[in-house]
Nanobody, 124 residues
Framework: QVQLVESGGGLVQAGGSLSLSCAAS????????SAWFRQAPGKERELIAA????????TGTSSLNGRFTIARDTNKKALFLQMNNLRPEDTAVYYC?????????????????WGQGTQVTVSS
């Protein structure tokens, strides 16, 4: 069983930055592709970016315009999301996810494991 625990969310002013982390309790993190999603109130869960253990990246919504960067540390079994120039519309619950192989997909249903989510609120 895989457990994912996100941290680093909070309240930030527009234009600010936040760094999210996701700690994975797995034997070998490189067996999994991993991803960050977000879900705003009343909206569907959407992919921010996914990364395979080979380092390939699949990016999600084009509106992010390079403001968000995904990274992972396989040795530390961790996934990271650096978020810069945050906007009020980035307010959402941010989730870490993983799937048992090295393929990345934009659809949430393709992922096998999820963290509990961390709230990010951007004030104007």
């Amino acid at each position: 069983q895989v457990q994912l625990v996100e941290s680093g969310g909070g309240l930030v002013q527009a234009g600010g930055s936040l760094s999210l982390s996701c700690a994975a309790s797995v034997r070998t993190f490189s067996d999994y592709a991993s991803a960050w999603f977000r879900q705003a109130p009343g909206k569907e869960r959407e992919l921010i970016a996914a990364m395979s253990w080979r380092g390939g990246t699949t990016t999600g919504t084009s509106s992010l315009n390079g403001r968000f960067t995904i990274a992972r540390d396989t040795n530390k079994k961790a996934l990271f999301l650096q978020m810069n120039n945050l906007r009020p519309e980035d307010t959402a619950v941010y989730y870490c996810a993983a799937r048992v192989d090295d393929s990345t997909y934009p659809a949430p249903g393709r992922y096998d494991y999820w963290g509990q989510g961390t709230q990010v609120t951007v004030s104007s």
